[in-house]
């Protein structure tokens, strides 16, 4: 089946704009995350939706930052007033988590939106 | 604190050699851990958990609590081992959210 894609696989911008980052989990998947990858830091965590549960938006780095999850399926990730220091690759993921608390769950990436920030 | 750390940007090993990633963790209660990894061009992807004690193409880890490590090894490298692993900690009681290391690019010589 299909897995989790994202688009657009690139995004350029200038800086001071806003820019909006699609994901479409796994059909069924009820968990999604949001992940960031920057060159030298690593994956840094960045929200997580699960079911009609409030968001976990702790890792998000400042309130330009937001995301929505529409009829528990596809996901936006919108940044307000684009900086240099957003530059990086925006990897989505999803995985099933069981309501009985199965842990273990393996998450299924996308392939990432690469945004650059001029 | 929640924090994984892997030492190592880039390891450098030839075919056949023995390949160890280093991974430790920070975290007070009893924690998941996992290895993904990246091949060139493609996406992350899992490569294995420690709760299931396999082996996944000739790789295995072992969690450590005493030493709070979570190191993956390999007898023998294979070229095709040229990826980037990432070891990743989920202690966030079955949400699923994970925690990540900085990564470690391995890379196999012939």
């Known amino acids: 089946g299909a897995g989790v894609s994202q688009s657009p696989s690139n995004k350029v911008t200038e800086k001071g704009k806003d820019v909006e980052l699609r994901c479409d989990p796994i059909s069924g998947h009820t968990a999604l995350y949001w992940y960031r990858q920057s060159l030298g830091q690593g994956l840094e965590f960045l929200i997580y939706?699960?079911?009609?549960?409030?968001?976990?938006k702790s890792g998000l780095p400042s309130d330009r930052f937001s995301a929505e999850r529409t009829g528990g399926s596809v996901s936006t990730l919108t940044i307000q007033r684009t900086q240099q220091e957003d530059s990086a690759v925006y990897l989505c993921a999803s995985s099933l988590l069981g309501y009985s608390g199965v842990t273990q769950n393996e998450q299924f990436f996308g392939p990432g939106t690469r945004l650059t920030v001029l | 604190a929640q924090r994984v750390t892997q030492p190592e940007k880039l390891l450098s090993v030839f075919k056949g050699a023995p390949v160890e990633l280093k991974c430790n963790y920070s975290?007070?209660?009893?924690?998941?851990l996992f290895w993904y990894v990246q091949y060139s061009r493609q996406r992350l992807q899992l490569l294995l958990r420690h709760i299931s004690r396999e082996s996944i193409k000739g790789f295995t880890a072992d969690l450590n609590k005493g030493e709070t490590s979570f190191h993956l090894k390999k007898p023998f490298a294979q070229e095709e081992d040229s990826a980037m692993y990432y070891c990743?900690?989920?202690?966030?009681?079955?949400?699923?959210?994970?925690?990540f290391g900085q990564g470690t690019t391995l890379q196999v010589k012939p």
């Open positions: 939706f699960q079911g009609n549960s409030a968001p976990d």
């Open positions: 990743a900690l989920d202690g966030s009681s079955n949400t699923g959210k994970l925690i």
């Open positions: 975290y007070s209660g009893s924690p998941e």
